[in-house]
């Protein structure tokens, strides 16, 4: 079968065949990708994080074709179609995510990213004539293969197994490093789900340890918290401002967004039309208009992150105290006065993590006499079972504070 190369800085090579695939690739909803970022605003903490979810979508699916031959060798019966469908699945799996990683999930769209990959998915499936069916039954885990959702959606599925890979290259974080190729090699179907052999005990061990250290080294780092809490306090103020009538200036498809009234049913064919047109593109221009912008705190907030002049967080390890923050925000009005709105120069909330979930789905160990085993029961190392949160207060750094 003729396929097309990519050559990937993180795997080298990658051959992808002419047909579906190919097409979904060249498809505008998937095109689009190469304009999200896939680690939004990391790239102020680690300037090389400037790879696309374009990227990590086609890695993602170099890694399912792996697994699907790792599998095959092993007896597995997997179908021509299946293949097909599981990575199609894995292909499309972020196609419905917005500018900027999630910020705008927390303004100005009231859908999550995996909702709208689903409803992407059957607009697409519906282009295509239905030739999408079975990697949305994949992709919603309505497939009676159980296994194969698990490669899509899972504690080892191939989306986690290349944005460790991928995030850790472009950042340069070493922690974040995985022996991918080993655990691949060491997958195995038990039952219909997915298992893995007792030999790659060691490497999932070091996948859950690597998980940790980048949420809380990348993912969590303080510097992107305080980006992210930024935009989403400069859409929000850009959206009270448009529903005041105020005339902003704004890229077409992201004013759509800001200008839509509450509580407003729209059809959902134009927001998906005005969604899949919007991208990191939009948000980065309607900063450097909004830098200049009459209203001083949105002014403020988007100079703030166009020349990164981002605020200061605290980490603390109980929640901040009612009276810390009356503080700051009494500070804020005796440096700014009333022109600063307190409520988007002072924030304060709570971050999480866990590195392996186990009340979700457990990761289990396939040993040679056939038995399984959950890997909590069988391994030596902690696997960070706890759920860790750190909570942060966000202010300006120009503060006088005592």
């Known amino acids: 079968m003729r396929s097309k190369i990519f050559n990937d800085p993180v795997y080298g090579f990658m051959s992808i065949p002419y047909g579906l695939i190919l097409d ?6 998937f095109q689009r990708l190469r304009r999200i970022r896939q680690l939004g605003l990391a790239s102020y903490v680690y300037p090389g994080a400037l790879h696309t979810r374009f990227h990590h979508a086609l890695g993602a699916l170099h ?4 697994s699907i031959e790792v599998l095959r060798s092993k007896g597995v019966d997997i179908s021509d179609e299946e293949a ?4 199609v699945a894995i292909l499309l799996h972020d196609v419905g995510h917005g500018p ?3 910020a705008l999930e927390h303004t100005l769209v009231e859908m999550h990213h995996e909702d709208l990959s ?8 519906r282009h295509f004539k239905g030739r999408l069916s079975l990697a949305l039954d994949i992709f919603t885990d309505r497939y009676p293969q159980k296994f194969l959702h698990q490669l899509v959606s899972g504690q080892l599925d191939m989306d986690r197994m290349d944005y460790l890979n991928r995030d850790s290259f472009f950042t340069g974080v070493s922690e974040g490093v995985i022996g991918y190729d080993r655990i691949i090699k060491m997958l195995a179907v038990h039952d219909g789900e997915l298992v893995v052999e007792e030999k790659g005990i060691y490497s999932i061990e070091k996948f859950l340890i690597a998980r940790r250290l980048m949420y809380w080294q990348v993912y969590l780092h303080k510097t992107g918290v305080t980006a992210e809490q930024m935009l989403i306090h400069t859409l929000r103020r850009a959206r009270e401002l448009a529903l005041q009538g105020v005339q902003l200036e704004v890229p077409r498809h992201l004013g759509w967004f800001l200008y839509r009234k509450n509580g407003h049913t729209h059809d959902p064919e134009e ?3 005005h969604f899949t047109l919007l991208d990191d593109n939009d948000v980065t221009a309607a900063i450097k208009y909004w830098s200049e912008a009459e209203d001083f705190t949105l002014s403020y907030l988007s100079r703030g992150l166009l020349d990164r002049r981002l605020m200061r967080l605290e980490w603390h390890d109980h929640p901040v105290s009612p009276k810390r923050i009356e503080q700051i925000r009494h500070a804020v009005q005796e440096q700014f006065g009333e022109q600063a709105l307190v409520e988007h120069f002072v924030y304060h909330g709570a971050v999480s993590n866990r590195s392996y979930d186990e009340s979700t789905e457990q990761i289990k160990i396939l040993f040679k006499n056939n038995r399984v085993c959950p890997i909590s029961e069988c391994s030596d190392v902690p696997l960070f079972t706890k759920l860790v949160t750190k909570h942060y207060l966000c202010y300006p750094k120009q503060l006088e504070l005592i």
């Open 84 to 87: 097909e469908g599981a990575a």
């Open 271 to 273: 927001l998906m039309r």
């Open 63 to 66: 890694l399912m074709q792996q």
């Open 24 to 29: 979904l690739i060249d498809h505008p909803y």
């Open 100 to 102: 900027f990683s999630h």
């Open 118 to 125: 689903s409803l992407l998915m059957e607009d697409l499936n």
